[in-house]
């Protein structure tokens, strides 16, 4: 079965440092891997996909996430956070079988302090 | 701005109350979702419709009643809910079945029954 892993429940970073997201992952097949972001009182957002090729993904406000299939880990980063940065993050996984059912980790709230 | 609209923002509703949430999708997806989101916690998937029909109910409650009128309507009827069935309900859609195609999200109904 398709899972992911959010090891951290917060991250706090200064405004300007690197932020990194971890996210590991257990598939069966080919990964596809995806970041969303949710803010307050808002829906969750798309931010960017690993389904092949390249093991640096670009997405959206400055974010890329690394796919090291060695260690099944599929971290977001972000080279220098903003405060509006803050926000509850998402790594997922399709189930990989052509079907409807996305696997959400359990999110890690990120936290960037003036 | 999102560009899956749902109505209400907010709903308030007593246990005996009949109410319904309401999706709209224009940019041509072929799947749409219902989520429930709890505070702090992943998207819990309920329903989804591809094209037009229901392909997954997981096994959700018939107090909830899921409807898919068009290709860009979804709506969600709610009849004798229970206080622990508040929560954020969103909805998603999605190009088609297909595991590189991500979820584009709603920014959700905040239902709270009394």
């Known amino acids: 079965a398709q899972s992911v892993a959010q090891p951290e429940d917060q991250v706090n970073v200064a405004e300007g440092n690197p932020l990194t997201v971890k996210c590991t992952y257990s598939?069966?097949?080919?990964?596809?891997l995806f970041w969303y972001v949710q803010y307050p009182n808002r829906g969750l957002q798309f931010l960017l996909k690993?389904?092949?090729?390249?093991?640096l993904v670009k997405g959206s406000y400055g974010f890329e996430a690394e796919f090291n299939k060695s260690q099944t880990s599929f971290h977001l980063k972000k080279p220098s956070a903003l405060v509006s940065d803050s926000a509850l993050y998402f790594c997922?996984?399709?189930?990989?079988?052509?079907?409807?059912?996305?696997?959400f980790g359990a999110g890690t709230r990120l936290f960037v302090k003036a | 701005d999102t560009e899956v609209t749902q109505t209400p923002k907010h709903l308030v509703m007593g246990m005996t109350n009949k109410k319904s949430l309401k999706c709209e999708q224009h940019?041509?997806?072929?799947?749409m979702y219902w989520y429930k989101q709890k505070a702090k916690k992943p998207p819990e998937l309920m329903f989804v419709y591809s094209y037009e029909k229901l392909s997954i109910n997981e096994s959700v409650p018939s107090r909830f009643s899921p409807e898919c009128p068009n290709s860009s309507l979804l709506n969600l009827h709610l009849h004798a809910l229970q206080p622990e069935d508040s929560a954020l309900y969103l909805c998603?859609?999605?190009?088609?079945?297909?595991?590189?195609?991500?979820?584009?999200f709603g920014n959700g109904t905040r239902l709270t029954v009394t």
């Open positions: 998603a859609s999605s190009q088609d079945r297909a595991d590189n195609s991500p979820l584009h």
């Open positions: 997922a996984v399709r189930d990989g079988a052509g079907g409807f059912k996305t696997i």
């Open positions: 940019m041509g997806h072929r799947a």
């Open positions: 598939v069966s097949g080919n990964p596809y």
């Open positions: 690993y389904i092949t090729g390249d093991n």
